[in-house]
């Protein structure tokens, strides 16, 4: 189709509103991640906030379209308006778009756990959540099994240190990333395990995910296990798994800092290879 100039062209006024309306998205979005983190509002309020700043953004990336359009046909100026509400409003729906991708990869489990069969409780937490929210009851073994498929990394701590050593090293790491403590407790040896309950946030909407850090003795050194669960959805995107495994290796760093990799003395026998009992899984 040949192009129809006009004598004069003026600016399309669709670009100049496809723009603006990318441009006020970004408050609203912006709106939801301070009610979230400045625990204002429960999460359906956020979720509106944040679904109405994507609705806009589909909005603008429409009237762009429709404007790009009209502009080819009656050679209007605009078409820089037109282009960055594209990129504005893609930019902002990179993300959930996203966790769209990651919510088809992973299985819908909002509760990661590394003792499946005695996960550690959450208590002083609990008291904090409201009816709408997740229960605080482990899911299962059904529910761990897709939790091994999906993340086969997650597994105990077992220290050399001691559970005070342990749990000195758990609090120092909490403590480093900024959670919030509602619940402590040392260990004392024969009476009670140690434990600390804390508040972790998402690092980009501020959600609100409850950590809870359990410190044993065993044998001559400790056992530690932590559980991570969102407080609200039925998918956490992987965000509890890796937050498990890392606060393991951190943990692990801080409590034996002087751990060094030994190298393998030869000897003159072969060693057979372990069987039965005396073989021992790998930590991933």
Known sequence: MARRFIADPEISRLA?????VAMFAIPVALLAVIIERAGLFELVPVLVT?????????????????????????????ALN???AILVSLLLLAYPGYL????YQLPQIYDITTDPYD???????????????????????????????AYPDVEPLIAAATPQAAYDAAHAVVTKRKWRIVDERAPQAGRRDGRIEAIAQSPIMGFRDDVV?????AGTGSRVDVRSASRYGWHDFGTNAARVTS????????????????PVKKTQKTARPA???????ARR
Not at 247 to 262: G, H, S
Not at 275 to 281: I, L, M, N, S, V
């Open 213 to 217: 850090i359990r410190i044993r003795s």
């Open 50 to 78: 944040f679904a109405a700043s994507l609705a806009l953004a589909l909005l603008a990336i429409v009237l762009a379209l429709i404007a790009l359009g009209r502009i080819w046909v009656d050679g209007r100026k605009g």
């Open 82 to 84: 037109a282009v960055i």
């Open 275 to 281: 069987t039965g009992k005396d073989a021992q899984p």
């Open 16 to 20: 100049l509103w496809s723009r603006r």
């Open 119 to 149: 996960p550690p409780r959450f208590e002083a937490v609990a008291r904090l959540r409201t009816r709408e929210a997740n229960p605080v009851a482990y899911a299962g073994l059904a529910t761990y099994e897709q939790q091994r498929a």
């Open 247 to 262: 606060l393991i290796d951190d943990i692990d760093d801080v409590a034996t800092p002087d751990k060094t990799e030994q």
């Open 100 to 103: 769209g991708f990651r919510a």
